[in-house]
Protein backbone atom coordinates (compact mmCIF):
# COMPACT_ATOMS: atom_id res chain seq x y z
CA UNK A 1 0.00 0.00 0.00
CA UNK A 2 1.44 3.43 -0.92
CA UNK A 3 2.05 6.39 1.67
CA UNK A 4 -0.61 8.92 1.32
CA UNK A 5 0.33 12.50 0.40
CA UNK A 6 -0.62 15.48 1.72
CA UNK A 7 -0.13 18.47 -0.65
CA UNK A 8 -0.68 21.86 0.97
CA UNK A 9 0.66 25.38 0.51
CA UNK A 10 1.20 28.19 3.48
CA UNK A 11 -0.27 31.46 3.16
CA UNK A 12 -0.47 34.63 4.49
CA UNK A 13 -0.15 38.31 4.87
CA UNK A 14 3.95 39.54 4.95
CA UNK A 15 5.60 39.54 8.14
CA UNK A 16 2.79 36.72 9.98
CA UNK A 17 5.33 34.48 10.43
CA UNK A 18 5.09 32.09 6.90
CA UNK A 19 8.29 31.38 6.29
CA UNK A 20 9.30 30.89 10.40
CA UNK A 21 6.64 27.97 10.11
CA UNK A 22 8.02 26.40 7.36
CA UNK A 23 10.91 25.85 8.98
CA UNK A 24 9.74 24.53 12.31
CA UNK A 25 7.60 22.28 10.03
CA UNK A 26 10.72 20.83 8.16
CA UNK A 27 12.64 20.59 11.40
CA UNK A 28 9.97 19.01 13.08
CA UNK A 29 9.69 16.33 10.40
CA UNK A 30 13.87 15.47 10.57
CA UNK A 31 14.16 17.27 7.19
CA UNK A 32 16.63 19.42 8.36
CA UNK A 33 18.92 19.65 11.38
CA UNK A 34 18.55 23.63 12.47
CA UNK A 35 15.97 25.90 11.89
CA UNK A 36 17.07 29.02 10.34
CA UNK A 37 15.94 32.14 12.34
CA UNK A 38 15.10 35.06 9.60
CA UNK A 39 15.33 37.45 12.80
CA UNK A 40 18.82 36.58 13.51
CA UNK A 41 20.88 37.92 10.95
CA UNK A 42 24.42 37.69 12.89
CA UNK A 43 24.23 33.89 12.39
CA UNK A 44 24.81 33.93 8.91
CA UNK A 45 21.72 31.33 8.17
CA UNK A 46 19.31 32.41 5.88
CA UNK A 47 15.22 30.59 5.89
CA UNK A 48 15.52 26.77 4.05
CA UNK A 49 13.03 28.18 1.75
CA UNK A 50 13.92 31.39 1.01
CA UNK A 51 17.01 29.82 -1.30
CA UNK A 52 17.02 32.81 -4.26
CA UNK A 53 19.89 35.16 -3.43
CA UNK A 54 17.56 38.46 -3.13
CA UNK A 55 15.62 36.43 -0.60
CA UNK A 56 18.82 36.17 1.75
CA UNK A 57 19.40 39.80 1.27
CA UNK A 58 16.36 41.12 2.03
CA UNK A 59 14.64 37.99 4.05
CA UNK A 60 11.61 38.14 2.53
CA UNK A 61 9.97 35.29 -0.32
CA UNK A 62 9.86 35.98 -4.23
CA UNK A 63 8.88 33.05 -5.33
CA UNK A 64 7.65 29.96 -4.43
CA UNK A 65 9.36 27.05 -3.02
CA UNK A 66 8.71 23.31 -3.34
CA UNK A 67 9.99 20.47 -0.05
CA UNK A 68 9.01 17.66 0.14
CA UNK A 69 9.21 15.94 3.45
CA UNK A 70 7.74 12.50 5.72
CA UNK A 71 5.77 12.44 8.66
CA UNK A 72 4.42 9.88 10.60
CA UNK A 73 2.37 7.67 7.39
CA UNK A 74 2.09 10.39 5.00
CA UNK A 75 4.52 12.50 2.97
CA UNK A 76 3.53 16.64 2.51
CA UNK A 77 4.40 18.57 -0.14
CA UNK A 78 5.00 21.89 0.87
CA UNK A 79 5.07 25.24 -0.57
CA UNK A 80 6.02 27.53 0.79
CA UNK A 81 4.42 31.01 -1.50
CA UNK A 82 5.54 34.52 -1.31
CA UNK A 83 3.48 37.01 1.01
CA UNK A 84 3.61 40.35 -0.42
CA UNK A 85 1.17 41.30 -2.97
CA UNK A 86 3.96 42.32 -5.51
CA UNK A 87 4.04 37.74 -6.31
CA UNK A 88 0.69 37.81 -5.94
CA UNK A 89 0.76 35.48 -9.74
CA UNK A 90 2.99 33.30 -8.65
CA UNK A 91 1.03 32.36 -5.42
CA UNK A 92 -1.93 32.07 -7.54
CA UNK A 93 -0.54 29.24 -9.94
CA UNK A 94 0.81 27.93 -7.17
CA UNK A 95 -2.89 27.06 -5.25
CA UNK A 96 -4.04 25.39 -8.51
CA UNK A 97 -0.91 23.12 -7.64
CA UNK A 98 -2.49 22.00 -3.80
CA UNK A 99 -5.22 19.89 -2.24
CA UNK A 100 -5.14 22.03 1.19
CA UNK A 101 -3.76 25.08 2.92
CA UNK A 102 -2.31 26.75 5.73
CA UNK A 103 -3.05 30.15 7.00
CA UNK A 104 -1.41 31.94 8.93
CA UNK A 105 -2.55 34.72 11.38
CA UNK A 106 -0.29 37.25 13.55
CA UNK A 107 -1.96 36.92 16.75
CA UNK A 108 -1.59 41.16 17.52
CA UNK A 109 -3.33 42.08 14.25
CA UNK A 110 -6.26 38.79 13.51
CA UNK A 111 -6.87 38.87 9.78
CA UNK A 112 -5.07 41.22 7.28
CA UNK A 113 -5.91 42.37 3.70
CA UNK A 114 -3.32 39.89 2.05
CA UNK A 115 -4.35 36.97 3.92
CA UNK A 116 -8.20 38.05 3.49
CA UNK A 117 -7.20 37.88 -0.58
CA UNK A 118 -5.40 34.31 -0.77
CA UNK A 119 -8.34 32.92 1.33
CA UNK A 120 -11.08 33.97 -0.86
CA UNK A 121 -9.32 32.45 -3.53
CA UNK A 122 -8.80 29.06 -1.74
CA UNK A 123 -12.86 29.20 -1.12
CA UNK A 124 -13.52 29.66 -4.87
CA UNK A 125 -10.85 26.69 -5.75
CA UNK A 126 -12.67 24.32 -3.31
CA UNK A 127 -9.34 24.50 -1.09
CA UNK A 128 -9.95 23.50 2.77
CA UNK A 129 -8.10 25.58 4.91
CA UNK A 130 -5.78 25.19 8.39
CA UNK A 131 -5.27 28.23 10.26
CA UNK A 132 -2.35 28.69 12.28
CA UNK A 133 -2.41 31.94 14.86
CA UNK A 134 1.07 32.69 15.21
CA UNK A 135 3.26 34.84 18.31
CA UNK A 136 0.72 33.50 20.75
CA UNK A 137 3.20 34.29 23.47
CA UNK A 138 3.88 37.90 22.57
CA UNK A 139 0.81 40.22 23.33
CA UNK A 140 -2.04 40.24 21.26
CA UNK A 141 -5.71 39.90 20.78
CA UNK A 142 -7.45 37.75 22.87
CA UNK A 143 -8.02 33.99 21.81
CA UNK A 144 -12.01 34.45 21.90
CA UNK A 145 -11.72 37.77 20.30
CA UNK A 146 -9.45 36.00 17.64
CA UNK A 147 -11.64 33.47 16.65
CA UNK A 148 -14.25 36.06 16.40
CA UNK A 149 -12.54 38.24 13.65
CA UNK A 150 -11.65 35.29 11.64
CA UNK A 151 -15.00 34.41 11.74
CA UNK A 152 -16.78 37.85 10.81
CA UNK A 153 -13.89 38.75 8.26
CA UNK A 154 -13.80 35.38 6.84
CA UNK A 155 -17.56 34.36 6.87
CA UNK A 156 -16.13 30.92 8.19
CA UNK A 157 -16.77 28.74 11.47
CA UNK A 158 -13.74 28.88 13.31
CA UNK A 159 -13.02 25.71 15.35
CA UNK A 160 -10.26 25.68 17.94
CA UNK A 161 -7.65 22.60 18.17
CA UNK A 162 -5.55 23.64 21.33
CA UNK A 163 -6.02 26.74 23.59
CA UNK A 164 -3.14 28.98 25.27
CA UNK A 165 -3.10 29.26 29.05
CA UNK A 166 -2.07 32.94 29.03
CA UNK A 167 -1.04 35.24 26.38
CA UNK A 168 1.59 37.09 26.14
CA UNK A 169 4.07 37.79 28.61
CA UNK A 170 1.71 35.56 30.64
CA UNK A 171 1.47 32.41 28.37
CA UNK A 172 2.19 29.38 29.56
CA UNK A 173 1.54 26.23 27.37
CA UNK A 174 -1.20 25.02 25.63
CA UNK A 175 -3.97 22.69 26.28
CA UNK A 176 -4.75 20.12 23.96
CA UNK A 177 -0.40 20.27 23.02
CA UNK A 178 1.24 16.90 23.71
CA UNK A 179 2.91 17.84 26.81
CA UNK A 180 1.06 20.60 28.70
CA UNK A 181 3.36 22.58 31.46
CA UNK A 182 0.47 23.14 33.57
CA UNK A 183 -1.14 20.82 36.14
CA UNK A 184 -4.68 20.69 35.78
CA UNK A 185 -5.38 22.03 38.87
CA UNK A 186 -3.29 24.87 38.40
CA UNK A 187 -5.69 28.43 38.17
CA UNK A 188 -4.82 29.45 35.04
CA UNK A 189 -5.11 26.20 33.19
CA UNK A 190 -8.57 26.25 34.68
CA UNK A 191 -9.58 29.32 33.47
CA UNK A 192 -8.20 28.57 30.11
CA UNK A 193 -9.61 25.01 30.01
CA UNK A 194 -13.17 26.79 30.74
CA UNK A 195 -12.66 29.38 27.29
CA UNK A 196 -11.71 26.33 25.42
CA UNK A 197 -14.60 24.62 26.15
CA UNK A 198 -17.11 27.31 25.46
CA UNK A 199 -15.01 27.86 22.34
CA UNK A 200 -15.65 23.95 21.22
CA UNK A 201 -19.26 24.07 22.28
CA UNK A 202 -20.35 27.29 19.84
CA UNK A 203 -20.03 25.08 17.21
CA UNK A 204 -20.40 21.02 16.63
CA UNK A 205 -18.09 21.32 13.37
CA UNK A 206 -16.52 17.50 12.74
CA UNK A 207 -13.43 17.21 10.03
CA UNK A 208 -16.03 16.76 7.27
CA UNK A 209 -16.62 20.24 7.68
CA UNK A 210 -13.45 21.30 7.30
CA UNK A 211 -12.63 19.03 4.13
CA UNK A 212 -15.76 20.43 2.69
CA UNK A 213 -14.95 24.25 3.24
CA UNK A 214 -17.00 25.07 5.86
CA UNK A 215 -14.81 25.32 8.92
CA UNK A 216 -11.33 26.59 9.64
CA UNK A 217 -9.59 24.10 12.38
CA UNK A 218 -7.49 26.42 14.51
CA UNK A 219 -4.11 25.88 16.03
CA UNK A 220 -2.89 28.79 18.55
CA UNK A 221 1.47 28.21 18.72
CA UNK A 222 4.63 30.59 18.34
CA UNK A 223 6.34 28.99 15.01
CA UNK A 224 9.75 30.97 16.52
CA UNK A 225 9.19 29.02 19.54
CA UNK A 226 8.52 25.63 18.05
CA UNK A 227 5.05 25.64 20.12
CA UNK A 228 1.63 24.74 18.80
CA UNK A 229 4.09 22.74 15.79
CA UNK A 230 3.53 19.23 16.97
CA UNK A 231 -0.15 19.33 16.93
CA UNK A 232 -0.76 21.10 13.44
CA UNK A 233 1.65 18.90 11.54
CA UNK A 234 -0.17 15.70 13.16
CA UNK A 235 -3.12 17.20 12.09
CA UNK A 236 -2.05 17.42 8.96
CA UNK A 237 -0.90 14.55 8.36
CA UNK A 238 -4.06 12.64 9.40
CA UNK A 239 -6.78 14.73 8.22
CA UNK A 240 -6.11 16.81 5.69
CA UNK A 241 -7.34 15.77 2.39
CA UNK A 242 -5.31 13.52 -0.10
CA UNK A 243 -5.21 14.01 -4.16
CA UNK A 244 -8.59 13.94 -5.67
CA UNK A 245 -9.58 14.82 -8.70
CA UNK A 246 -8.59 17.64 -11.04
CA UNK A 247 -10.19 19.47 -13.88
CA UNK A 248 -9.36 19.29 -17.92
CA UNK A 249 -11.21 20.57 -20.38
CA UNK A 250 -12.92 17.49 -21.37
CA UNK A 251 -13.45 15.53 -18.71
CA UNK A 252 -12.55 15.13 -15.10
CA UNK A 253 -9.59 13.43 -13.61
CA UNK A 254 -9.15 11.36 -10.97
CA UNK A 255 -6.24 10.70 -8.81
CA UNK A 256 -6.31 7.23 -8.57
CA UNK A 257 -6.31 6.75 -12.69
CA UNK A 258 -3.32 4.53 -13.83
CA UNK A 259 -2.42 7.14 -16.77
CA UNK A 260 -0.19 9.41 -15.33
CA UNK A 261 -1.09 13.37 -15.88
CA UNK A 262 0.26 16.24 -14.80
CA UNK A 263 0.59 20.17 -15.61
CA UNK A 264 3.37 22.56 -15.20
CA UNK A 265 2.38 25.36 -12.79
CA UNK A 266 5.64 27.31 -12.28
CA UNK A 267 9.10 27.49 -13.91
CA UNK A 268 12.58 28.56 -12.18
CA UNK A 269 15.44 29.57 -14.29
CA UNK A 270 18.91 29.35 -12.39
CA UNK A 271 18.39 27.67 -9.37
CA UNK A 272 21.43 27.01 -9.64
CA UNK A 273 23.44 29.70 -11.23
CA UNK A 274 26.66 28.00 -12.15
CA UNK A 275 24.85 25.07 -13.85
CA UNK A 276 22.35 27.60 -15.52
CA UNK A 277 19.74 25.55 -15.25
CA UNK A 278 15.68 25.95 -15.72
CA UNK A 279 13.54 23.45 -14.10
CA UNK A 280 9.61 23.22 -15.00
CA UNK A 281 7.40 22.26 -11.75
CA UNK A 282 5.27 19.64 -12.47
CA UNK A 283 2.25 18.68 -10.20
CA UNK A 284 1.43 15.06 -10.91
CA UNK A 285 -2.56 14.70 -11.10
CA UNK A 286 -2.84 11.11 -11.49
CA UNK A 287 -0.91 7.77 -12.46
CA UNK A 288 3.00 7.29 -11.69
CA UNK A 289 6.01 8.30 -12.70
CA UNK A 290 8.47 5.97 -13.86
CA UNK A 291 12.18 6.57 -14.26
CA UNK A 292 12.70 6.88 -18.86
CA UNK A 293 8.73 6.67 -19.02
CA UNK A 294 7.68 8.12 -22.04
CA UNK A 295 5.00 10.70 -22.16
CA UNK A 296 3.53 13.70 -24.36
CA UNK A 297 3.26 17.19 -23.82
CA UNK A 298 -0.43 18.08 -25.13
CA UNK A 299 0.16 21.97 -26.42
CA UNK A 300 2.96 20.79 -29.07
CA UNK A 301 1.91 16.88 -29.39
CA UNK A 302 5.94 16.58 -28.77
CA UNK A 303 6.49 13.26 -26.86
CA UNK A 304 9.52 12.80 -24.29
CA UNK A 305 11.21 10.55 -21.94
CA UNK A 306 11.53 11.53 -18.31
CA UNK A 307 15.10 10.26 -17.62
CA UNK A 308 16.16 13.11 -15.28
CA UNK A 309 12.95 13.89 -12.56
CA UNK A 310 13.95 15.31 -9.04
CA UNK A 311 12.01 15.95 -6.00
CA UNK A 312 12.91 19.15 -3.85
CA UNK A 313 13.78 20.41 -0.48
CA UNK A 314 13.79 23.82 -1.71
CA UNK A 315 17.17 24.95 -3.80
CA UNK A 316 18.00 21.47 -2.87
CA UNK A 317 17.00 18.70 -5.31
CA UNK A 318 17.73 15.17 -5.85
CA UNK A 319 16.87 12.66 -8.57
CA UNK A 320 14.21 10.24 -8.28
CA UNK A 321 12.56 7.06 -10.17
CA UNK A 322 9.73 7.59 -9.44
CA UNK A 323 6.90 9.91 -7.90
CA UNK A 324 2.90 9.35 -6.99
CA UNK A 325 -0.41 11.40 -7.62
CA UNK A 326 0.37 14.80 -5.49
CA UNK A 327 3.90 14.93 -5.83
CA UNK A 328 5.81 18.22 -6.97
CA UNK A 329 8.10 16.99 -9.91
CA UNK A 330 11.15 19.20 -11.52
CA UNK A 331 11.42 18.57 -15.00
CA UNK A 332 14.52 19.94 -16.42
CA UNK A 333 13.29 22.56 -19.28
CA UNK A 334 16.03 23.18 -22.16
CA UNK A 335 12.62 25.17 -23.89
CA UNK A 336 9.81 24.84 -25.19
CA UNK A 337 7.66 24.20 -21.61
CA UNK A 338 5.48 26.48 -20.38
CA UNK A 339 2.98 27.59 -17.49
CA UNK A 340 -0.01 25.77 -18.12
CA UNK A 341 1.43 22.84 -20.09
CA UNK A 342 -0.22 19.25 -19.39
CA UNK A 343 1.86 16.15 -19.76
CA UNK A 344 0.03 12.71 -20.22
CA UNK A 345 0.65 9.23 -20.29
CA UNK A 346 -2.32 8.85 -22.55
CA UNK A 347 -5.04 10.47 -23.91
CA UNK A 348 -4.53 14.17 -24.88
CA UNK A 349 -6.03 16.08 -21.52
CA UNK A 350 -5.66 19.86 -20.57
CA UNK A 351 -5.66 20.98 -17.16
CA UNK A 352 -7.63 23.88 -16.44
CA UNK A 353 -7.54 27.06 -14.13
CA UNK A 354 -3.85 28.17 -14.56
CA UNK A 355 -4.00 32.00 -14.84
CA UNK A 356 -2.30 34.85 -16.03
CA UNK A 357 -3.47 38.24 -15.20
CA UNK A 358 -3.05 41.65 -16.89
CA UNK A 359 -0.35 43.36 -15.07
CA UNK A 360 -0.90 46.82 -13.75
CA UNK A 361 2.26 49.22 -13.68
CA UNK A 362 4.58 49.09 -16.80
CA UNK A 363 7.99 49.52 -17.59
CA UNK A 364 10.52 50.57 -20.76
CA UNK A 365 13.23 48.76 -19.66
CA UNK A 366 17.06 49.82 -21.48
CA UNK A 367 20.25 48.64 -21.06
CA UNK A 368 23.38 51.23 -20.03
CA UNK A 369 25.59 48.57 -22.44
CA UNK A 370 24.47 47.86 -25.39
CA UNK A 371 26.74 44.40 -26.40
CA UNK A 372 24.28 43.05 -23.31
CA UNK A 373 21.57 42.77 -25.92
CA UNK A 374 21.78 39.35 -25.87
CA UNK A 375 22.06 38.73 -22.76
CA UNK A 376 19.23 41.18 -22.08
CA UNK A 377 17.00 39.07 -24.64
CA UNK A 378 17.95 35.65 -22.94
CA UNK A 379 17.21 36.68 -19.37
CA UNK A 380 13.72 38.35 -20.50
CA UNK A 381 12.62 35.28 -22.23
CA UNK A 382 13.75 33.40 -19.32
CA UNK A 383 11.76 35.30 -16.59
CA UNK A 384 8.86 35.56 -18.78
CA UNK A 385 8.31 32.10 -19.11
CA UNK A 386 8.87 31.36 -15.21
CA UNK A 387 6.21 33.84 -14.82
CA UNK A 388 8.23 36.09 -13.05
CA UNK A 389 7.42 39.50 -15.18
CA UNK A 390 5.41 39.83 -18.51
CA UNK A 391 7.16 41.24 -21.39
CA UNK A 392 5.58 43.00 -24.33
CA UNK A 393 6.89 44.45 -27.72
CA UNK A 394 4.90 46.84 -29.30
CA UNK A 395 4.12 46.55 -32.83
CA UNK A 396 4.74 49.67 -34.06
CA UNK A 397 8.22 50.74 -32.27
CA UNK A 398 11.23 49.17 -31.23
CA UNK A 399 11.06 48.72 -27.81
CA UNK A 400 10.46 46.43 -24.63
CA UNK A 401 7.97 46.66 -22.24
CA UNK A 402 7.96 45.21 -19.30
CA UNK A 403 4.81 44.11 -16.89
CA UNK A 404 3.97 43.37 -13.42
CA UNK A 405 1.56 43.30 -10.69
CA UNK A 406 3.65 44.95 -8.13
CA UNK A 407 6.69 47.51 -7.88
CA UNK A 408 8.80 45.06 -6.31
CA UNK A 409 8.78 42.65 -9.10
CA UNK A 410 11.07 45.25 -11.39
CA UNK A 411 13.26 45.36 -8.39
CA UNK A 412 13.24 41.32 -8.53
CA UNK A 413 13.67 41.71 -12.56
CA UNK A 414 17.01 43.96 -11.86
CA UNK A 415 18.80 41.70 -9.78
CA UNK A 416 17.96 38.49 -11.26
CA UNK A 417 19.53 40.42 -15.18
CA UNK A 418 22.63 41.42 -13.23
CA UNK A 419 23.42 38.49 -11.21
CA UNK A 420 21.66 35.87 -13.34
CA UNK A 421 22.98 37.46 -16.55
CA UNK A 422 25.02 40.63 -16.55
CA UNK A 423 23.06 42.59 -17.44
CA UNK A 424 22.58 46.20 -16.02
CA UNK A 425 19.06 47.33 -16.73
CA UNK A 426 16.98 50.69 -15.99
CA UNK A 427 13.73 51.43 -16.40
CA UNK A 428 11.82 54.29 -17.81
CA UNK A 429 7.68 55.15 -17.43
CA UNK A 430 5.43 53.78 -19.48
CA UNK A 431 2.00 54.93 -20.81
CA UNK A 432 0.31 51.97 -20.36
CA UNK A 433 -2.25 50.98 -17.40
CA UNK A 434 -3.15 47.59 -18.70
CA UNK A 435 -3.66 45.40 -21.38
CA UNK A 436 -6.01 43.15 -22.77
CA UNK A 437 -5.38 39.60 -24.73
CA UNK A 438 -7.37 39.55 -28.16
CA UNK A 439 -9.06 36.79 -29.76
CA UNK A 440 -11.89 36.39 -31.76
CA UNK A 441 -14.11 33.95 -34.20
CA UNK A 442 -13.34 36.55 -36.97
CA UNK A 443 -9.95 37.24 -38.38
CA UNK A 444 -11.14 40.38 -40.09
CA UNK A 445 -11.53 42.03 -36.51
CA UNK A 446 -8.29 41.01 -35.68
CA UNK A 447 -6.66 42.07 -39.31
CA UNK A 448 -9.07 45.59 -38.53
CA UNK A 449 -7.61 46.65 -35.26
CA UNK A 450 -3.63 46.01 -36.24
CA UNK A 451 -4.08 48.25 -39.44
CA UNK A 452 -6.56 50.95 -37.69
CA UNK A 453 -4.42 50.79 -34.22
CA UNK A 454 -0.86 49.58 -34.49
CA UNK A 455 0.49 51.82 -32.14
CA UNK A 456 -1.93 50.44 -29.51
CA UNK A 457 -0.73 46.51 -29.86
CA UNK A 458 2.04 44.31 -28.82
CA UNK A 459 2.79 40.72 -28.72
CA UNK A 460 3.44 39.06 -25.52
CA UNK A 461 6.33 36.72 -25.00
CA UNK A 462 4.21 33.82 -26.25
CA UNK A 463 3.61 35.98 -29.56
CA UNK A 464 0.02 36.48 -28.76
CA UNK A 465 -1.86 40.01 -29.59
CA UNK A 466 -2.55 42.69 -27.01
CA UNK A 467 -4.07 45.62 -26.50
CA UNK A 468 -1.99 47.78 -24.46
CA UNK A 469 -4.64 50.25 -22.86
CA UNK A 470 -3.96 53.50 -22.22
CA UNK A 471 -6.89 54.12 -19.76
CA UNK A 472 -10.37 52.51 -19.35
CA UNK A 473 -12.20 54.85 -21.44
CA UNK A 474 -10.28 54.19 -24.65
CA UNK A 475 -10.72 50.35 -23.28
CA UNK A 476 -14.69 50.88 -23.22
CA UNK A 477 -14.28 52.84 -27.25
CA UNK A 478 -12.29 50.04 -28.64
CA UNK A 479 -14.97 47.69 -27.45
CA UNK A 480 -17.65 49.22 -28.70
CA UNK A 481 -15.83 49.70 -31.70
CA UNK A 482 -14.43 46.21 -32.56
CA UNK A 483 -17.71 44.16 -30.88
CA UNK A 484 -16.25 41.12 -32.73
CA UNK A 485 -12.89 40.98 -30.39
CA UNK A 486 -12.83 39.15 -27.31
CA UNK A 487 -10.91 41.58 -24.79
CA UNK A 488 -9.90 39.00 -22.07
CA UNK A 489 -8.08 40.33 -18.93
CA UNK A 490 -6.51 37.13 -18.38
CA UNK A 491 -5.69 34.22 -20.37
CA UNK A 492 -4.82 30.50 -19.65
Known sequence: MSIKRKTFAIISHPDAGKTTLTEQLLFESGAINIAGSIKAKKTQRHATSDWMEMEKQRGISVTTSVMQFTFQNSILNLLDTPGHADFSEDTYRTLTAVDSAIMVIDAAKGVEPRTKKLFEICCQRKIPVVTFINKIDRNGLEPLDLLDNIEKNLNISAIPK?????????????????????????????????????????????????????????????????????????????????????????????????????????????????????????????????????????????????????????????????AQSGDILGIYNH?????????????????????????????????????????????????????????????????????????????????????????????????????????????????????QYPTHLARDSFGRLVYLVPNMAHLRLMQEKFPDLYFHQTRE
Request: charged content about 20%.
Open 335 to 451: GGIQIGDTFTEGEPLEFIGIPSFAPEIFRIITIKNPLKQKNLQKGLTELAEEGAIQVFRPLAYQSTLIGAVGHLQFDVVAHRLLYEYQVDCQFQQASSQSVRWLDSECDNALEAIQS
Open 162 to 322: NWPIGTGRLFLGLIGEHECPCSPDQAQYQLANSDFELAKSLSNAIDQEYLDGASTPVFFGSALKKIGITDLLTYLSQTAPSPSVASTKTRTVSADEEKLTGFIFKIQANMNPKHRDRLAFMRICSGTFRKGMQVTQVRTGKKTNLNQAVLFLSSERSLTDS
